[in-house]
Structure formats: structure tokens, C-alpha cells
């Protein structure tokens, strides 16, 4: 019998049996509030009947129709339900399977479109770990240890941490755009720079949303220099901030996003939008793949689509992360230990730090460990690994949030007594 690469290392012991809605069921009966969602993919529930239905019908008609051969109709009856929902212009679609293909086919697009070398990051931004987009990802040193040389081209700049910098949030946004300038001035010049890659929100970064002043600001630098903002929505999208997009939150317009996770319930699926002007400018060959856009995934993204709208998920997201975010924000006041709570939705982080201050994982990583102990799943995320990040299925309701915070209130007590 072969063995499991230590690679397949688990936040924890649970081995899953079954899910359903907000709950795990492990091997061994036990009943788990499923606060990690797969990583922000199960929005819609674990095996929601409407998604399963969906998926079951498409298996038994189309599994795999490849579409650079042929089309089917889960991925034109997905085109054309995305077009509801889409940011306003982004109107043509690319299809793939994880979020780093995605990530990797914008970062395609935005060179070939622009003929420019250069991609400017920020600061704490997480794009995925081929190595393309493990260069491109700053929200942690070990995503791009050991695998050198990584991609030329890429340029880091800033993003407005306001609570890392220990500064308010107009003082840390006016200085991440003046390091931009200045990155502009000495490292990537504007007419050398195809695109900005920014998440709305720091995902696996730490849980930081961006704000209108700094997404303007690069809007406004985008249009002067004829660089495409590119929004990676893989963690923000499908109303997991509480609307739908999470760029929503900041009034500004991109010129590509990039989604995957929430658009289709656990199924393999990811893809960029853009405008078809934009989009005609790849380069022909260049963006495909084996498996994108796979019949069954498109299936159950449809039966998503159908689920968040019918059962109004954006605005549940936004309630419920009301209430969790009061309720993080409850526990903290109780206790030194959590320096910061942040979130937009239902992504939410509690940082946790030592009494000078200094990033405490040990402390964040035993919370985690305890609550999982206790029948709630959650994950860690930041630079230092010591944000613990609650990120509940969209389907949440509101006895379920309030299970999660008592079990919280509870281990937060314990482990900093
Ligand atoms: N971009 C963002 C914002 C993400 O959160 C992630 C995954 N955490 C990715 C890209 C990469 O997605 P995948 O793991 O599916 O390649």
C-alpha cells in the first residue's frame, strides 16, 4: 500500500465522510460547523440538492467536450447566465479549471494585449503557486522558497495595511500610491507596465480589504498609462463579501477579473472575464487547456448561479458577516491577544499578536487547533500564519454563526488564560 506524501499535511485530523450545508460529517460520526468552506469554494453548502441534481443530470449526458473541439451547452447556458452578473463591458469569458490558471490566462492576455513585459503586485497579495503565479503571490515566503528563478517581470508595491503599518487608512493608502510612483520612477515604467494585479481583499494575505481611495487610485493610473487593472475576484467573487463582486465594495471598474472557488460549488472550475475588444487581443493558441470549462462543472456553476440568486445569498453573506464580525470583534475585546478583527462579508479574520505587538501564530495556531477539537473548522492565513479566518458557505444562517462565536468566545478564553 503506498503512503501520503507529507505534502497532504491537514489543518487538522478530520477525515470527511460526508457534508451537508454548513456541516462535516467525519469518519467516525462526528459533526463539524465547516467554517472554511473548502477555502471559500462551498458557498452554496456542502452537496446543496439543487447543485447535486445538477451535476448528476450532466453526468449522465456529457461529462468531458472539450471546448477547443466542440461546444456544449453547460458552458454556453453558463456564458450566458455570467453575462447577468458580470461587472458592466466584461462580457467575454475564458474558461479554465483553478484559480492559478486563471491568474496565469490574465497574465497572458494582459501581455500579449498590451505588449508590455512588467505586472505590478501588491503587497501581501496571494495569486496561486505555479510558479508564474507563485511569483506574483507576496502574502507569504515559503509560496516561492526553493523554486527559483521564478518569472521575470514582476514588480511589488504596497497595499494600504493600514493595521501592519500601524498607521489610519488614509495615511497607509496616500503611501501605497506614492510607492507605486515611485516604483514607476525607478523600477517598471508605465509604458514597460502591461497590468496591476490586485485582490479587493487580502485573502490568504490576512483578511485586509482594499478601500475606494486606493482602487481609484489605480484606476486613475491604469487609464493615464494604458495599464489594465486586473481584479482577482477567486476568493472575493460569487457574493462572498456580502455583494456580489467584491471590487462592488470600492466603486471601481476593472478591465479583467479573474473567478473560481464560489462560481461553482466545489466543481473545478475558473475563468477571466474581459471585454471582447480586450479578449480578441490573444494571441491565437495560447489560452486552452485540456479540461477547462468541463460540462459537469459548468452544470453545477448554472445550479450555483441559480441557488445564490433564488436564495438571496449575497444578502445573507452580508448579514451573517454582520453578526460575525460583531461577534469577532466581541471576543477580541476581551482579550489583548487579538490585536485586529477585519472582514467584508463572510470572510473573517481575528489577528492575533503578542503583548509587544509582534505576530503571534503559536497562540492563533492553538485557537485553530482547540476550536477543531471542539467541532469548529476554521483556517489560519497571513504572512505569519497568525490570522485565524473564519470563511462559512453562503449559506450560513444565523444559529449557525452564533454556534461558531460560543465555540469561539470559549477557546479564545481557553487559550489565553
Ligand atoms: N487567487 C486568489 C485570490 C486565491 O485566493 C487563490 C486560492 N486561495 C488563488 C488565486 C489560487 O487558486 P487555486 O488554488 O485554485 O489555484
Given amino acids: 500500500m503506498a503512503t501520503l506524501s507529507p505534502l497532504l499535511k491537514q489543518a487538522t485530523p478530520v477525515v470527511v465522510d460526508h457534508g451537508e450545508g454548513a456541516y462535516l460529517y467525519d469518519t467516525d460520526g462526528r459533526r463539524h460547523l465547516d467554517f472554511t468552506a473548502g477555502i471559500g469554494v462551498t458557498s452554496t453548502g456542502h452537496c446543496h440538492p439543487r447543485v447535486v441534481a445538477a451535476a448528476q443530470e450532466q453526468v449522465g449526458k456529457l461529462v468531458h467536450g472539450q471546448y477547443t473541439t466542440v461546444m456544449h451547452k453547460p458552458l454556453l447556458e453558463l456564458s450566458e447566465r455570467l453575462g447577468d452578473v458580470l461587472p458592466t463591458g466584461l462580457d467575454s469569458l475564458f474558461f479554465a479549471n483553478s484559480g492559478s490558471e486563471a491568474v496565469e490566462a490574465a497574465l497572458r492576455l494582459a501581455r500579449q494585449a498590451t505588449g508590455r513585459p512588467n505586472v505590478v503586485v501588491f503587497q501581501g497579495g496571494f495569486h496561486g503557486r505555479t510558479v508564474a503565479t507563485a511569483t506574483m503571490t507576496t502574502s ?10 521564478l518569472m521575470g517581470g514582476v514588480h511589488m508595491a504596497p497595499f494600504p495595511f493600514a493595521y501592519h ?8 493608502t496616500d503611501f501605497a500610491l506614492r510607492e507605486l510612483d515611485y516604483l514607476f520612477a525607478t523600477a517598471t515604467a508605465p509604458g514597460e507596465t502591461a497590468a496591476f494585479f490586485i ?8 483578511y485586509v480589504p482594499a478601500n475606494p481611495e486606493f482602487m481609484a487610485g489605480l484606476r486613475e493610473r491604469a487609464d493615464e498609462h494604458g495599464i489594465l487593472l486586473v481584479v482577482d475576484e477567486i476568493q472575493t467573487g460569487f457574493g462572498r463579501t456580502g455583494k456580489f463582486w467584491g471590487h462592488d465594495h470600492f466603486g471601481v471598474q476593472p478591465d479583467v477579473i479573474t473567478i473560481a472557488k464560489g462560481l461553482a460549488s466545489g466543481f473545478p472550475l475558473s475563468g477571466i472575464a474581459a471585454s471582447a475588444e480586450l479578449m480578441a487581443k490573444a494571441f491565437p493558441g495560447s489560452q486552452g ?30 448579514e451573517r458577516g454582520e453578526q460575525l464580525l460583531a461577534g469577532a470583534r466581541a471576543v477580541a475585546d476581551k482579550t489583548p491577544a487579538i490585536g485586529d478583527v477585519r472582514g467584508l462579508g463572510l470572510l473573517v479574520g481575528s489577528e492575533f499578536t503578542t503583548a509587544d505587538g509582534k505576530p503571534d501564530n503559536t497562540t492563533a495556531q492553538a485557537a485553530q487547533k482547540l476550536a ?8 489560519t492565513c497571513g504572512a505569519y500564519m497568525n490570522v485565524v479566518r473564519m470563511i462559512p458557505p453562503l449559506v450560513v444562517t444565523s ?7 460560543e465555540i469561539w468566545a470559549g477557546v479564545v478564553a481557553e487559550v489565553t488564560k
Avoid at 140 to 149: K, L
Avoid at 372 to 379: F, K, N, T, W, Y
Avoid at 399 to 405: K, N, P, R, S, T
Fill in 399 to 405: 444559529e449557525q454563526v452564533d454556534e461558531a462565536l
Fill in 140 to 149: 507569504g515566503t515559503r509560496f516561492s522558497a526553493g523554486i527559483s528563478p
Fill in 165 to 172: 503599518y500601524g498607521w489610519d487608512e488614509k495615511t497607509a
Fill in 199 to 206: 485582490e479587493p481583499m487580502l485573502g490568504e494575505g490576512g
Fill in 372 to 379: 477543531a477539537e471542539r467541532g469548529l473548522l476554521m483556517l
Fill in 289 to 318: 487547456g485540456t479540461y477547462g470549462g468541463n460540462a459537469v462543472s459548468c452544470a453545477a456553476a448554472v445550479a450555483t448561479l441559480d441557488v445564490i440568486r433564488d436564495e438571496n445569498l449575497v444578502a445573507n453573506a452580508a
